[in-house]
């Protein structure tokens, strides 16, 4: 008689470990994780100073239409990561609302480390503005150089 054996169970991994109630996985964030989700929070938190650069851009009668990629560099400082040297990728937006934007991330402390043997990271965010307001403002990408 053949003896028959059941197919081995997968081990669980660090996004589902088990509960301790036998429940649902709990999710478990990935250090890649915990910095996408720092860097998310550090975009949405310049959202307040973006606008002020755009009402102050329509105050002095420009028309603010179109889509700008602004970057911006994380570099580890004295064990803390911090935002540093911001420029622009892409952008159809006037000089003076470009340096503007640009401003309201060009500093600042992450609330998360580097990972691992990382010394920097190269982020963009994303601006989308459609009659004067935006329709779109997000982290698009960040990259380890």
């Known amino acids: 008689m053949p003896s028959t054996h059941a197919a081995p169970g997968l081990a669980p991994t660090a996004a589902s470990a088990p ?3 036998g429940g649902k996985p709990k999710h ?3 250090p890649t994780d915990l910095l996408r989700w720092s860097l998310m929070h550090a975009v949405q938190h310049s959202e307040p100073a973006v606008i002020d650069c755009i009402d102050n851009a329509k105050t ?3 028309v603010v239409d179109g889509r700008a990629v602004f970057a ?3 570099t ?3 064990g803390h990561a911090v935002i540093s040297r911001p420029s622009i990728d892409s952008t159809s937006f006037p000089d003076a609302l470009n340096t503007c934007v ?3 991330l060009a500093s600042g402390e992450l609330d998360q480390q580097l990972p691992e043997g990382q010394t920097e990271l190269r982020v963009q965010r994303e601006l989308v503005v459609e009659k004067g307001a935006i329709t779109m403002y997000k982290l698009k990408s960040f990259l380890v150089p």
């Open 102 to 104: 640009q401003a309201t």
């Open 76 to 78: 580890e400082k004295d």
């Open 72 to 74: 911006f560099f994380v």
């Open 19 to 21: 509960t301790l109630d």
């Open 28 to 30: 478990i964030d990935t």
């Open 60 to 62: 002095a009668g420009t």
